[in-house]
């Protein structure tokens, strides 16, 4: 066992970092908490009280089983909150303060100004998504950081943030634990969260109305503005430049805007390049399909939820057969929760696997129909126009790019996707996939304008996206 206490904490550290990740270990155990030593009793300082119950909730049977490694003896773990020995305290945790604000980059701290604002506690929802409830895997614990390092230091650790996926991978889920935690970490910060949708017809009503100030002033006075489903404002053009504009006024004030979407933002058509390039600047981070181990710990939460306990093979068959989204998965859980009691059977493998069978056929092939969907939406043309004559070159693309992903995801035939295609000569089938596939071969880009002007990507990238948004099934069209 290493001989002074410092070394002895140093090694605890270090296990618990094996034990959580090191993803997880900065973020929560980074520069602002500090463990100390006395005696058999480990202390563990934190800055807040959200952070100190995150800790005591989520890892402190880590933090004991690491110091019991290390000391020998069952240890005594107190988390308390404080301030690390040596730093100064910051203004967010300053009750009465009215000095400077922190400036952290040339950007004001959320935290600080809201203290020297002296601001009441804003009445506020309690939206279902905690991070406490989120199930971590390698799809998703780039986005779970950036969440929990929102929560810890608003516009601090990150300036803006979009998070960006297929549908039901848990992008809501963290937008509104991001939320949640505001409320805990910060009681006087401000933030609003609502749908893309909720965000135009709200904008609608107040130009109809005449209320457009205020609802200006709503919106552009928020600490933390919180938007879900952006990609809704493509193809509206006067939601998206009122959007730039609050954009720029919370931008400009120093504030912050945490965003959510089915695809990166230059991969949403028809919006507008101003708010493309606003979008891209911000920290965009993709979230990922599940992997096996991922969807086994959720089945097995979403379980204990429901007061059941699954066996091994279920749990396992179950994980491994219903692989889309976490949505499915749950869907499939509920199904098999409702067959069991019906039939007054056990929990058992057979009644799995007819409760999972629609969600697997539905796997094995993806719908032709919801590939035109999908690039149709992505190149901002309709299904008609492939289905025509059209020669416009995003019309053009995107009938070449549908029946390349036809034909690699089906079992249809040339003549068949042709047919399919607006009753098109099978010869025009196969010329589209040989000219993708030279494309690919090439590492060449594909390149279409659009309203909001040209755009110019890589062709193996753009079959990623669209293959990703394609197998997420037909929600994310």
Known sequence: MPGTAAEIVCTIREKVADRIGLNRFRTWFGDTTELRLNGQRLDVTVPNTFVGNWISANYLKHLIAAARDVLGTEPEVSVCVGQPAGSAPQAADRPDTHGEALLTAGRPSLTSAAMTENRRRPNRPTLRGELGSFVVGPGNELAYSVACGVVRHPGDAYKHVVLHGGCGLGKTHLLQGICNGLTSAHPTLHWSYLSGEEFTNEFIYAVKDGRID????????VDV?????????????????????????????????????????????NLSEPLVNRLVAAMVVRIDPPDFATRREILRRRAATLACELPNDV???????????????????????????????????????????????????????????????HFGVTRDALHSRSRDRAVTWARGVAMFLIRKHTRLSFPEIGRLMGRKQHSTALMAVRRIQTLIDQDGAVAWRTPAGMRDVPVRRLLEELERRVLSGPDAA
């Open 214 to 221: 205020l609802f200006r002033a709503r919106f552009r006075k």
């Open 315 to 377: 749990l396992d068959y179950v994980a491994g057969h219903v692989t889309r989204n976490v949505r499915e998965l749950e869907g499939a859980l509920y199904k098999l929760v409702a067959l069991a009691s019906l039939t007054k059977q056990p929990l058992r493998l057979d009644l799995a696997r007819q409760a999972v069978e629609e969600y697997v056929t539905a796997q094995r092939t993806p719908d032709p129909a919801n590939i035109e969907r999908v690039v149709a939406a």
């Open 225 to 269: 503005l919180v938007i879900d489903d952006i990609h809704f404002l493509a193809n509206k053009k006067a939601t998206q430049e009122e959007f730039l504009h609050t954009f720029d006024a919370i931008d400009a004030s120093g504030k912050m805007v945490v965003l959510s979407s089915d695809r990166h933002p230059r991969s949403i058509a």
